[in-house]
């Protein structure tokens, strides 16, 4: 077995993995970052790009003030008591520290104006300013050919090269069709990245400009220790020969491989709910928390996945796999409602969570999923003003279920005619007047953000009319909320309680313990990178100090 010796490996390269090789390099480290898949940017590569920043800098600009106590009741109010006050107090007090840095080292961000949390309404929610986003990357100038071929980009928003501010300042997702899509044009030719690829790819290059040994298609398949300490890792290139590699880390190893959303099997054994579809990166297999459990490590369950709504249009395909789309801003649009198998509503439509929730809801009188099974329905105006995917508005591909009357949609989705037609009256009664009495739509800040400023009084809300359209909409995670325990620097615990020497997690391969049962947009992605710079200062710092340490 050949050897080679550096001082950190990070294995991962979604933003926690980028973000703690780069702090590990500037803090002195020899340091090997490892990626098992073709491309650099992992999961965080394929998302939005939100990250979640409490008290940030920039937020100022807008007027706005925070502080950490603010930060720390609303988490508090809304983790039902899950998370871990030692975790959540270190990220709020470093998130807005990392970014700072982070902009230091040529990765920019910008604050998101007018984009609510959550749970703006609740103690501590803020109505704008605590998310931020990177402006759009353009690869050529900070990267060479190579690495512009091998870092990722998302198919979930093909041609969509904006930045998040551009977006609120453009009306939204619901104006899409006032945009300037001339220039957006031009942004494709100059292969502009936005959302989640523009990060990872300013994080790539502040990586690569520092001397990070960044390594694609590299699979670490053990944990080595010494003494009851992780000493490196066993590993091998999927390129080459595939002869085994032991890799010294004298610093220690930072897990940033993400959850085990793409496993089918670890899902069914932790999840609490159906199995979800993985729209992530297809490389996330769980391989690094089945390495740290072999040494002990302790096991967080919380609520599963990080779940989301999606459907799939025919034909796309992503990694190889059907592509399916996130279903997030969609069902909020006025002039649409979800129902399930029986032609029921189930759910506040303008909040992506309650629908996965509702989805994932099990029936002890029935031992069923009771609205597993669930169509997104919308009318001809809905059709005309919005997109749907890659479908553009007012097009209609000819799989697109459709009909004139509530009847005949429902016998073509298969769902009870009486209760579909019975569900659309009701909603209608009321939504000509803007109200939802039965689920609230568009009852909340955030709610409101997702819909159309166009429609009064209220913009997640109109009455059903003419040609109706359906989809099916799935359960898919785009993330692990269950993980490894981890501490207020990310060294990961063992099942005993004590820190595991040498040992750290970052991202999605920790447990969200800094949130509990509560979510906001951006939190894994702001988590991913603040913990991944504190576990390379931990390191650093136990290097520097003199003597032996256990942890």
Partial sequence: MKDEQFDVVVIGSGGAGLTGALASRTLGARTLLLEQADTVGGTYSYSSGLAWVPNNTQMRTLGCTDSEEEALAHVREL?????????????????????????????????????????????????????????????????????????????HYTGLVVSWPEIQQWGGLTAMASWDWAELASRVVKDGRAFGAATTGYLLAACLKAGVDVRCRWSASELVTADKRVTGVVARSLNGDGQAVRIGANWGVILA?????????????????????????????????????????????????LLTPCYHIPGEEADRVPLYRIAVREPSFPGSIIVNGSG????????????????????????????????????????????????????????????????????????????????????????????????????????????????????????????LYAIEILLATVGTNNGLVYDANGQVLHVRGRPIPGLYAAGNAGANLAEGLWYNSGCSNARGMTFGYLAAQHMAELAAAPGPSDR
């Fill in 257 to 305: 491989t993400g959850g085990y959303d793409a496993d089918k099997g670890m899902q069914a054994r932790w999840d609490p709910h159906p199995p979800a579809t993985s729209i992530g990166v297809q490389s996330v297999d769980g391989s690094g928390v089945v390495m740290a459990l072999e040494l002990g490590a302790a096991f967080q369950v919380l609520d599963g996945q």
């Fill in 79 to 155: 983790s039902g008591g899950r998370h871990n006050e030692e975790v959540l107090q270190s990220f709020v007090r470093n998130a807005s520290r990392v970014i700072d840095w982070l902009e230091r080292m040529q990765v920019p961000f910008e604050v998101v104006p007018g984009y609510p949390d959550y749970y703006a309404e609740r103690r501590g929610g803020m109505r704008e300013g605590r998310y931020v986003g990177s402006p759009v990357f353009y690869p050529e100038g900070h990267l060479d050919e190579y690495w512009r071929e091998h870092s990722s980009s998302s198919p």
């Fill in 344 to 467: 029921r509503r189930f759910c506040d439509e303008s909040f992506y969570r309650a629908i996965c929730h509702g989805m994932a809801e099990w029936d002890v009188v029935h031992q069923e999923y009771p609205n597993r099974i669930a169509y997104m329905v919308f009318d001809e105006e809905w059709k005309r003003r919005y997109p749907l995917g890659s479908i553009g508005p007012g097009e209609v591909p000819p799989w697109l279920v459709h009909a004139s009357t509530p009847a005949v949609l429902a016998e073509k989705i298969g769902v009870d005619g009486h209760e579909f037609q019975a569900t659309i009256e009701r909603y209608n009664q009321f939504a000509k007047a803007g109200e939802d009495p039965e689920f609230h739509r568009g009852g909340t800040e955030y709610g409101r953000n997702s819909g159309d400023a166009s429609v009064t009084p209220n913009p997640c809300v109109r009455a059903l009319e003419g040609e």
